[in-house]
């Protein structure tokens, strides 16, 4: 019965398609986009000892793309025809008849140095043809993962034409313990929540971390002397030191300017919070808002020329965009409700932001100029966006409520589709994702 | 002063002798606050130093709250910090550090930025009532230490506080 279905659909699928199609794409911007299908059957293992990578690397690669809500994986059990070397033809018709769209075929071996190497190749069924040159990446076997990553950010850049987002970390906060007196550690992860690594113990509180602009870098808010104020973390060894900061003030809400060398963030003195700038290497501070509104969680443009913070000199907290040098702002969040912690896209083309609006929390996001509005998410209680390196998802916190409630991370994509909870060991919160690794 | 140190020092010992007590008062429930012991209700306010700093934090009281996003001090949290600001000046030898916290409806950043202005305003009263300014240093938790752990309006408006901690100048 199965084998005369299938026959079938091969016979029904095989000439209008293939004389139809069009090289395959995926187009990011079309919201009715339906997911495209896909099959990854387990990598070739070349050599014994690369046996259980294959099959990881596999489903992971499978894992990375169905994720992104814009792939679809055909289950292996439908497949027709199997993959049995890495260098054989490709049964075309075997794979129009299970409706796959795409089909990545991969080996893995282990060579003399003890070294992971991973092929791949991205085939274009309906069009017949392969998508691209094979390509090969080689490294250390722990990083196998990262190699995974690989694999899948080519293939999603070579079918959206966008660069991908796999091969990233997000440093965020672990949290333990009960509401009144969490245990708070920095920590970062794989974008997909594997290998977490801790970066501090649980001493004293840590907030908000925020990766520079090449991930080497943390900055944060600690609570180390008893008194919040920025810390600058190498992420290579967590080696850490305070920013020096004038007596008796406290500071927070740091964040990177695009060049790595600038921190913008939040400086309190007297009870009055205003938005300051500082260059690393000199230490030297100066001052962009003057107000007695609370004006904080500063943000740069990608060109470093312009940053968008929060303040509430209107009376409420709003969103407002200045020169990176300071000077008067301009107010861009008209909506009715409170807008906090906005953060310029990495394209540039959007700003994420917090927004409390009848009794809820909301992501969203606006053009820069403030038009388009559009909530992502509506929850008891979501903050803190922060972008996937190419713009088109975000990440961010969902506390639910309660005496147990607690703090997890979650991504949606910028069209407000694709809503996940990603999987830590213990509560998450202040996610910060990095850039993609070289 | 003197007196009150005998006095509080002898209910503490015979405090401590009613613990080693403890099955007779803790468990046998006929005992209990009311029983042999005596007038355990009364004892902590009528005994206490009022040169402790737990004088101050019972009595006095170190907690004030504030309404929903603002750090106005109303009629009741100017009172209560009038009891501060004439304890502080009675007790020169303390130094306090005055935390601000907000309750969980709000961003992180935000609320940070809300407690230090609920820490200044306390501080600032403090100071116009004639406490030295370089005896006070503030302190934001935002959200991060609610005193209440519920998701109600009950819980929140325990969390919208500022309190004073004493401790003693020169051990911080």
């Known amino acids: 019965m199965r084998f005369i279905l299938s026959l079938i659909m091969t016979l029904f699928l095989f000439i209008p398609v293939a004389s139809a199609a069009e090289p395959l794409k995926l187009r990011l911007d079309n919201p009715l986009v339906e997911p495209m299908p896909f099959a990854t059957p387990d990598f070739q293992p070349e050599t014994a000892a690369a046996n259980e990578y294959a099959v990881r690397i596999a489903r992971v690669v499978a894992s990375d793309l169905t994720g992104t809500g814009l792939f679809r994986e055909i289950p292996p059990q439908a497949y027709i025809s199997n993959v049995s070397s890495f260098a054989s033809p490709v049964q075309y018709s075997d794979w129009r008849a299970v409706n796959a769209q795409a089909l990545i075929t991969g080996a893995v071996s282990v060579d003399a140095g003890g070294r992971l190497v991973v092929k791949f190749r991205l085939f274009d069924i309906f069009s017949g043809a392969e998508m691209g040159d094979g390509l090969q990446f080689a490294g250390s076997t722990d990083a196998w993962r990262r190699m995974a990553h690989k694999v899948s950010d080519a293939v999603y850049q070579r079918i959206t034409g966008e660069s991908g987002y796999f091969d990233s970390r997000v440093v965020f906060v672990s949290e333990t313990g009960p509401k009144e007196n969490r245990a708070k550690r920095l920590a970062i992860m794989d974008y997909d929540g594997a290998n977490i690594q801790y970066l501090t113990d649980s001493s004293s509180i840590v907030l908000a971390p925020r990766f520079s602009p090449t991930g080497d870098r943390v900055l944060y808010t600690g609570y180390e002397t008893g008194f919040p104020r920025i810390y600058l973390l190498d992420v290579s060894n967590v080696g850490r030191r305070a920013l020096a900061m004038p007596e008796g003030t406290m500071s927070f809400a740091p964040r990177f300017a695009p060049d790595g060398r600038t921190v913008v963030f939040s400086l309190t003195t007297g009870g009055n919070t205003d938005i300051y700038r500082m260059d690393l290497n000199s230490g030297s501070l100066s001052r962009l808002t003057n107000s007695p509104a609370i004006e904080t969680a500063p943000s740069f443009s990608p060109d470093g020329s312009q940053i968008v913070f929060e303040s509430d000199r209107s009376g409420t907290q709003q969103l407002y965009i200045m020169s990176a040098n300071g000077g008067e702002p301009q107010r861009i969040s008209f909506e009715d409700g409170r807008y906090g912690t906005p953060v310029w896209s990495p394209r540039g083309d959007l700003i994420a932001f917090t927004k409390q609006a009848g009794g809820r929390f909301h992501i969203g996001v606006m053009n820069v100029d403030g038009s388009r509005e559009r909530l992502l998410t509506s929850n008891f209680l979501d903050e803190g966006p922060t972008w996937s390196p190419n713009g088109r998802v975000i990440m961010f916190t969902r506390e639910t409520q309660g005496v147990n409630g607690a703090p997890s991370l979650y991504s949606v994509d910028i069209s407000g589709r694709n809503l996940r909870s990603i999987r830590t060991d213990n509560a998450a919160s202040d996610p910060s994702w990095g850039p993609l690794q070289p | ?172």
């Open chain 2, 1 to 172: 002063m003197t007196y009150l140190k005998k006095a509080a020092l002898m209910l503490a010992l015979l405090g401590a002798a009613a613990c080693t007590n403890g099955d007779r008062f803790g468990n046998n429930g006929e005992g209990g606050a009311g029983g042999p012991g005596g007038a355990n209700g009364g004892i902590e306010s009528g005994t206490l130093d009022p040169a402790t700093p737990q004088y101050f934090n019972q009595t006095v009281g170190n907690t004030i709250n504030f309404a929903v996003d603002q750090s106005t001090l109303s009629p009741s949290a100017q009172s209560v910090l009038d009891g501060q600001a004439a304890w502080l000046m009675a007790n020169t030898t303390y130094i306090a550090v005055i935390e601000g916290h907000a309750d969980e409806q709000g961003t992180r950043e935000y609320n940070l930025a809300l407690g230090a202005r609920r820490a200044a305003a306390v501080r600032d009263y403090l100071v116009s009532k004639g406490v030295a300014g370089s005896r006070m240093r503030t302190l934001t938790y935002g959200k991060e230490r609610p005193l209440a752990s519920c998701s109600t309006e009950e819980c929140y408006a325990q969390n919208r506080r500022s309190v004073t901690i004493i401790s003693a100048a020169g051990v911080s």
